[in-house]
């Protein structure tokens, strides 16, 4: 068994993690100080084919395995998660619209997108429906023209910032074999946003709840078939798993390795912290634990690759683990920093407010539980 990167995923990982430290590093606090993302940065990260890491080349995409799309989140949200774990939501829109879109739609915003002229968010969750998804309530009623939404959705990451919109809602049944996805375009009548959320950590992502009064979309904006949006939405979760496990894994790792920094020159008692062995087992303990989540995760992305019976499963183990892991991380990386890990300067208070979000979007890690005793059951 091989656990080494080949060179050309060394080079996808150093790659973005050059890119992030350029373009991103510098200006993260600001753009969390503004609640925004500059527009001009998508487009720099399509250039090196990030607008659509695992989408189809047949489809002008990257053509990267999940594996690979790992790489490139952990590389990037050493600089900062929330505008990785964003990427990540545009990605997974991606490869949506490359998977089950039909040709006329394909053509109409896929290419955009993977120049990342267009920014794609993922209109899932409502007020009433997290954990169980399936209830959602947004109704597209048919039309001879097409749809009519009427509805809620709530914590939208790119609610009144992104430039279309993938939305589960229910055109038929209660269940989820109730459910479609369609595509919103910004501006279209009747769609509107609710106020900006004021929230711990993610804070450069504008959230906002995304409203539907009497929109109308064509049916061709209809993604895939009627009734399939759920199961559309659910197979675009496993990967979405593996990326925001990714982003956890790669901003716990950055604190942690300024805290070795950090221990090397600060002093107490007459010598610099990293020699008390105390402190050196609390460093054990975190490298080990990363390297554990990195393994876990990098075996489930391999599974979702190969489409292993478990991968399922495997992706949800791994998004549990490599999320809690990353917050004990980050949260231990603050106490070794003392008083200045609290204070915004040193960047270890941002990372442990930006991953503790992690353990509850893609799937809460009580429901990564569930999937996980389920499966263990219906093996047995």
Not at 241 to 255: F, H, K, M, T
Not at 287 to 304: D, G, P, S
Request: net charge negative; proline share 3%.
């Amino acid at each position: 068994m091989d656990f080494a990167l080949s060179e050309e995923q060394e080079a996808i990982l150093d790659m973005a993690r050059a890119f992030g430290e350029a373009e991103i590093a510098p200006h993260a606090r600001t753009w969390e100080a503004e609640g925004t993302i500059p527009k001009a940065l998508w487009p720099k990260l399509a250039e090196l084919g990030f607008g659509g890491l695992y989408v189809s080349e047949e489809n002008g995409g990257a053509g990267l395995s999940r594996l690979d799309a790992t790489l490139v989140f952990e590389a990037l949200s050493r600089s900062c998660a929330s505008v990785a774990a964003f990427l990540s939501i545009h990605n997974m829109c991606a490869k949506m619209l490359d998977t089950f879109a039909s040709d006329e739609l394909r053509e109409r915003f896929l290419p955009r997108a993977l120049r990342m002229e267009i920014f794609f968010s993922y209109c899932l969750t409502e007020p009433g429906s997290g954990s169980d998804a399936a209830a959602l309530k947004t109704r597209a009623a048919r039309t001879n023209e097409g749809y009519t939404l009427d509805g809620t959705k709530a914590f939208i990451s790119g609610g009144g910032y992104s430039d279309a919109y993938i939305v589960m809602a229910r055109t038929g049944e209660d269940g989820p074999r109730g459910i479609s996805a369609i595509v919103v375009e910004d501006g279209t009548p009747g769609l509107s946003f609710g106020g900006l959320e004021d929230k711990m950590g993610w804070r450069s992502q504008p959230t906002r709840q995304v409203q539907f009064d009497a929109c109308a979309v064509p049916a061709g904006n209809l993604l895939g078939e009627e009734g399939h949006g759920f199961r559309y939405a659910m197979m675009g979760l496993d990967g979405g798993r593996l990326n925001i496990a990714a982003c956890s894994l790669g901003a716990a790792q950055a604190a942690l390795d300024a805290t070795l920094l950090y221990m090397g020159e600060r002093k107490a008692f007459g010598k610099t912290i990293d020699q008390f062995q105390a402190l050196q087992f609390r460093l054990a303990d975190m490298e080990i634990e990363l390297e554990a989540a990195r393994t876990l995760l990098r075996q489930a992305a391999w599974k979702l690759d190969t489409g292993a019976p478990d991968a399922t499963k495997a992706c949800a183990m791994a998004k549990k683990f490599v999320t809690e892991a990353g917050s004990r991380v980050a949260d231990q990386c603050l106490q070794l920093h003392g008083g200045y890990g609290y204070l915004a300067d040193y960047g270890i208070e941002k990372i442990v407010r930006d991953l503790r979000v992690h353990q509850i979007l893609e799937g809460t890690n009580e429901i990564m539980r569930m999937i996980v005793a389920r499966q263990m059951l219906a093996a047995r």
